[in-house]
């Protein structure tokens, strides 16, 4: 015969189980609402960046920056990308590599992207790390061509407003040449880098915007006066923890100094984006997709970064 309190103390037991059951449910799906809006939520990011040599005509010049896209879709057609583009309304787009996966390559992914961002504002492009990988690279580049995008592959092109101008470069990802010499890369970058600055003939007097995959090679654009660079590649750190930082970046290593934000040396102001898509680790913590926009302001002398 079980008796009364037996009874109780059962039904206890039972309820303390299923709470606790409700409890981790509750968590697990909060816990996964969390890591969805933390990897598909874009976050847009505004920088203002001011320089002296900037020439007055192009004062509140505004560029949105994408960077790592890696096929990544946010929502059907990258609705929710492009409507995050269009309402920033730029000037123009710079793309700075790895708008493909080498892994999961869906080209026409990246292409329909690029197509529906050039009816917003002339693109520009230039190639990452994942697509050196590509065999079908060329292929890739010359869709790319069709739907709008100028390609800078080691090359330069000027941008000309009411009689003065500014000077965009572009190189490719040294990858391309040196796929496994990580060493070389740093060689590799200002041979394309000197390439791209020869496409002019202003004697590097020109404002200089450069598109570039890698934020590590930062001295080598200050090395070639660069006024200011865009780049991407580190994903961010991949993981974030306050007060420390990114935790880990290709080509940097753990605890990286050049995953996001505004980086400056000698005169070269370097803007390096979080990225938008995953990498080979497809889990973002405390590092949600960026779109940076940034906003170029002709700098009075006291105002000098």
């Avoid at 680790?281 to 170029?296: A, I």
Wanted: net charge positive; hydrophobic share 45%; glycine share 8%.
């Amino acid at each position: 015969m079980i008796g009364r309190g037996s009874r109780e103390s059962s039904a206890s037991g039972a309820a303390a189980v299923a709470l606790a059951s409700m409890a981790g449910i509750a968590a697990a799906t909060a816990s996964f609402a969390w890591a969805r809006w933390s990897n598909w939520s874009i976050q847009r990011t505004d920088v203002e960046v001011a320089s002296q040599r900037l020439p007055q005509a192009f004062d509140r010049m505004r560029i949105v920056h994408v960077s790592d896209l890696h096929n990544a879709e946010f929502g059907p057609n990258n609705a929710r990308l492009l409507h995050a583009i269009r309402r920033a309304a730029p000037d123009v787009i710079f793309i700075t590599g790895d708008l493909v996966d080498s892994r999961q390559t869906r080209a026409e992914v990246a292409v329909r992207f690029v197509a529906a961002a050039a009816r917003i504002a002339p693109v520009y492009y230039v190639p990452g790390n994942h697509e050196s990988r590509l065999d079908e690279y060329p292929q890739i580049e010359a869709s790319l061509k069709r739907v709008g995008a100028t390609v800078l592959a080691n090359r330069s092109v000027c941008l000309a407003r009411d009689g003065e101008y500014v000077r965009v470069a572009g190189v490719m990802d040294p990858a391309f040449t040196a796929p496994h010499a990580r060493g070389l890369a740093a060689s590799v970058m200002e041979r394309n880098l000197s390439c791209a600055l020869r496409c002019t003939e202003d004697g590097g007097r020109a404002f200089t915007l450069l598109l570039t995959h890698r934020p590590e090679l930062l001295p080598v654009y200050a090395g070639c006066h660069i006024d200011v660079a865009f780049a991407g590649h580190a994903h961010g750190g991949q993981v974030r923890v306050p007060g420390v930082g990114g935790l880990f970046a290709p080509s940097q290593g753990v605890l990286p100094k050049l995953t996001e934000g505004v980086h400056v040396m000698g005169r070269t102001q370097l803007v390096v984006s979080r990225g938008l898509g995953p990498s080979v680790v497809p889990m973002r913590v405390n590092n949600r997709p960026e779109l940076v926009v940034v906003d170029l302001r002709s700098a009075s002398e006291d105002s000098r970064p």
